[in-house]
């Protein structure tokens, strides 16, 4: 479902949210008093007739009962609703300054009076409560995939395609550089205190920088020209605007040289978001052009891992984080052969990295930690102890488990060094990125706002439900035709139906109707015979309609699933929210797709137009979505840890040696 096609008022959107109160503004109690004098001093002879006309507007008008618009939660903008409210119970009696303050509040008011409410969802599980006895006594003794082996499954889920050879087919930069003189940030005019500055500039790759001098190696300034605009302001003037907020004005020796510089400026200003993430390289096959670092991204429900070389590249093991463990010996096998028949038959089948569906915090059993990093070494056959650790974990790992999992690694596979970081951040590391609203739909939901490297913890969502919940929903659409998969085994055979027929409805009512008008249309099927031998195939194909794009819908209206948190557009809004006011236009457009769910086909346009809805007018939001987005934490890693951060912010062995779990302060995990 889309929210409402009404764009709330840009004034509401950059006083809401965060801690940025502003008392001068015309929406603020205080300056409302200022301009109602009138209405405090006849507050005792109207005090009868303000009370009833208040009830009755509230009655009419408040969704929530509790005295404000359940639209915004801002407290100005419920006190600007309560003075209009009491203005027009006494409309015969106020004064003229009364009525010009009615006449600069009544846009803002009536933009709050249009917001329509949502469309209701039915939620979906109600269509499960009517499957008839029949079909359940059917149902009861499901075919048995016990003997089978999934391997041919999995292969095909976890294939790792050929990183293709880098041809750039985007936009051809004029790289430019010299001396200009400019003005303080923001100015268009000198001024005795705001005079012109020589600085050194160099325009390169999308970027603009300047330097205090030649001989100066940290830049002065920063500034992404993508979506901006350059334009001449006088003969030798030209004013860069980036689009985010951001204003230079710099002024050239001559004509000729500022058409120069225009014209070079102009060619860093395309938007070609191609250039906005990484592309992988092909593995090498020189051994020599490998580094000493290993890469290993430890997600709940896969391991992806490999040798870094001199530019990012796929990984090189991609496997289930599922382990069997046998009853008797307790021995443990992972990966692929943990579901062979066989092994499943004498052993209990779990994963230890996947966290809890009913809690937002994440443990680790660092005991199968262990062993999952045994088997990520054999099927990369390397020795441990000659490598430097580039460890990608998901969420918050607290002191004693971060101490645990140093100790495992230097004590008992004698790694040379450990860098430990957020899937989070390294998803932005993937799109080239310090700053952005980092949305990871996986087996769960994580929202994170990043600024220059820093987490806005106040904007921050971690959701226990996605992909998991989606398989959930999945398992019901395949029960009411005759199809019943519930062990985790068969878990895959449902992900397998997930990546290839389902979506995400741009309008979900708008599809559900034409969905019941013309079935057969949205009827579409997958394939199973392929991996199967012929006589244990328990069904040849699988088919949905309504169940292709209704299982998904939860992403967007949790109702549908019969929860009650807001949905992935409210929650990527509230994260630009939590960002301070100069910075929420730049990261409305600095959103950025990771995770396996997030490739659903109509996601990302769902997304982009539900967000557009909640933000003002002006403000364009973006969504990133690389084409390499499911293991955009990996690629992340491998940027990571070819860069000088990485060798700042590592842990030695020595260091561990010498100074404990105290070394830990280094991490901000």
């Not at 020795?383 to 650790?389: A, G, S």
């Not at 950025?592 to 109509?602: K, M, N, Y």
């Amino acid at each position: 479902m889309m929210a409402s096609s009404n764009k709330v008022d840009i004034k509401n959107w950059n006083s809401s949210g965060g801690n940025n109160n502003n008392n001068d503004s015309l929406t603020s109690p205080a300056k409302v008093k200022k301009f109602l004098p009138s209405v405090k001093a006849l507050r005792n002879q109207f005090e009868a007739g303000k009370s009833n006309s208040r009830s009755e507007t509230n009655g009419n008008i408040n969704s929530n009962g509790n005295g404000t618009l359940s639209h915004r939660s801002s407290g100005s903008t419920s006190s600007l609703v309560s003075s209009s409210l009491e203005k027009t119970s006494s409309t015969n009696s106020l004064n003229s300054v009364s009525d010009s303050v009615e006449n600069l509040l009544a846009p803002a008011f009536e933009n709050l009076q249009q917001m329509e409410p949502e469309e209701p969802v039915e939620p979906i599980y109600n269509q499960f409560k009517k499957v008839d006895e029949e079909l359940r006594e059917l149902m009861s003794k499901p075919p048995s995939t016990t003997g089978w082996n999934p391997r041919p499954l999995l292969k095909r889920l976890y294939y790792i395609p050929e990183a293709p050879k880098i041809q750039s087919q985007g936009t051809t930069y004029i790289n430019i550089e010299g001396f200009l003189e400019k003005l303080p940030s923001g100015r268009k005019k000198a001024t005795f205190w705001n005079a012109w500055k020589r600085r050194y500039f160099v325009a390169k790759d999308g970027v603009l920088y300047y330097y205090q001098s030649t001989q100066t190696e940290k830049p002065s300034m920063k500034m992404p020209l993508m979506g901006g605009k350059v334009e001449c302001m006088e003969p030798s003037m030209v004013g860069i605007d980036d689009g985010k907020g951001h204003y230079v004005v710099v002024r050239c020796s001559s004509r000729q040289e500022a058409e120069r510089w225009r014209r070079a400026l102009e060619t860093h200003t395309v938007e070609d978001f191609t250039s906005q993430y990484v592309q992988p390289w092909p593995m090498p096959t020189n051994p020599a052009l490998l580094r000493d670092t290993l890469v290993i991204d430890l997600g709940s429900a896969s391991v992806r891992a490999g040798v870094l070389a001199s530019q990012a590249t796929l990984p090189q093991v991609f496997l289930p984080s599922v382990v069997a463990t046998e009853r008797e010996s307790r021995r443990q096998v992972w990966g692929f052969d943990a579901l062979a028949p066989d092994v499943r038959a004498a052993s209990t089948v779990s994963f230890p990295i996947r966290p809890s569906h009913k809690i937002t915090k994440y443990s680790v059993d660092l005991s199968a930690v262990s062993s999952l990093l045994q088997k990520t070494f054999a099927e990369l056959k390397v020795d441990p102890k000659n490598y430097h650790i580039q460890l990608s974990v998901p969420r918050v790992l607290n002191t004693n488990t971060q101490t645990e999992l140093l100790r495992v690694l230097f004590d008992k596979f004698g790694v040379r060094s450990v860098n430990l970081t957020h899937q989070s951040i390294l998803a932005l590391y993937a799109y080239n990125a310090t700053s952005g609203i980092v949305v990871d739909v996986g087996e769960r939901m994580d929202i994170v706002p990043v600024i220059d490297g820093y987490i806005v913890d106040g904007g921050v969502s971690r959701v226990p439900y996605g992909g998991y919940r989606i398989l959930d929903h999945l398992r019901q659409f395949l029960y009411m035709r005759n199809v019943s998969l519930i062990n985790e085994v068969e878990s895959y055979i449902i992900r397998q139906v997930l990546e290839n027929i389902c979506y995400c409805a741009h309008h979900y009512n708008t599809e559900r109707a034409r969905c019941t008008n013309n079935p057969d249309l949205y009827e579409k099927e997958v394939t199973l015979s392929e991996y199967f031998h012929t006589n244990d195939c328990p069904y040849q194909t699988i088919s949905l309609d309504f169940g292709r794009f209704q299982a998904t819908e939860g992403l967007f209206n949790p109702d549908a699933w019969g929860l009650d948190h807001p949905g992935l557009h409210k929650l990527v809004h509230k994260a630009i929210m939590e960002c301070s006011m100069d910075i929420r236009k730049e990261m409305s457009r600095s959103i950025f797709l990771a995770g396996g769910v997030t490739q659903l086909p109509g996601l990302v346009d769902r997304l982009t137009t539900e967000i557009d809805n909640l933000t003002p007018p002006a403000i364009r939001p973006k969504v990133h979505a690389s084409p390499y987005r499911y293991h955009a934490a990996y690629i992340g890693a491998c940027v990571l840890a070819e860069s000088p951060a990485f060798v700042q912010s590592r842990i030695s062995r020595e260091d561990w040696n010498k100074q404990g779990n105290a070394v830990l302060r280094k991490w901000s995990l």
